[in-house]
């Protein structure tokens, strides 16, 4: 009369456990979850989100554009293609930039700022648009936005979107326990 337990490791949930953990676990998003609409609203609010380009190597050329916007992206004063994007109202990565390339010591946030800024860059010109796309997003910094990208599958858009959303959400969930 002994109850026999099978514990069986698997990839997914099943059927069954999913509207469940829906309900219950916040931080659970299923990417099959999300539909067709949402995944619309969620594309044209990235597509048009202003975001501040700037001349990562010279600090020099700066615009502000949503990623719908021409591409590809080059400084008109050092021809240069480091090109990264911040949100629109940043004023101060500009003078980051520019004070670096003025050979003048940076304050360790300027530094952190300044990273965070090459970073962007890096992914601006490796993947383009997309990147820009991804970086649009709510709550996604370089690192989040060069892992949504090296996972990316290179045909669907649908699955693109689909990573940024569980990656918002995750942002949201998790910002309050952040040191910064």
């Known amino acids: 009369n002994a109850i026999e337990i099978e514990w ?3 990839d997914k949930f099943s059927k069954l456990a999913e509207p469940v953990l829906d ?5 659970y998003t299923n990417p099959a ?10 594309r044209k609010r990235l597509l048009e989100t202003k975001q501040r380009l700037i001349c990562a190597r010279c600090g020099l050329w700066q615009q502000v554009m949503t990623p719908s916007e021409a591409y590809p992206l080059r400084c008109k004063y ?5 090109i990264t994007c911040t949100y629109e109202y940043d004023h101060d990565l500009v003078k980051i930039i520019q004070k ?3 050979g003048k010591k940076l304050t360790p946030d300027e530094k952190k700022n300044f990273q965070k800024a090459w970073k962007v860059s890096s992914l601006l010109t490796t993947f383009g648009k997309t990147a820009q796309i991804v ?3 709510y709550g996604v910094g370089p690192d989040t936005a060069a892992r949504i990208l090296k996972n990316r599958l290179e045909d669907d858009d649908d699955y693109l979107i689909k ?4 990656a918002e959400k995750t942002y949201t969930l ?3 326990f952040w040191k910064d």
């Open 174 to 176: 998790t910002r309050g």
């Open 135 to 137: 970086m649009a997003a």
């Open 8 to 10: 069986i490791d698997v």
């Open 78 to 82: 050092c021809k240069g293609q480091q």
């Open 33 to 42: 979850n999300i539909d067709k609409e949402m995944l619309k609203k969620v």
């Open 23 to 27: 309900q219950t676990v916040m931080s």
């Open 100 to 102: 670096k390339h003025q």
């Open 163 to 166: 990573q940024i959303i569980i």
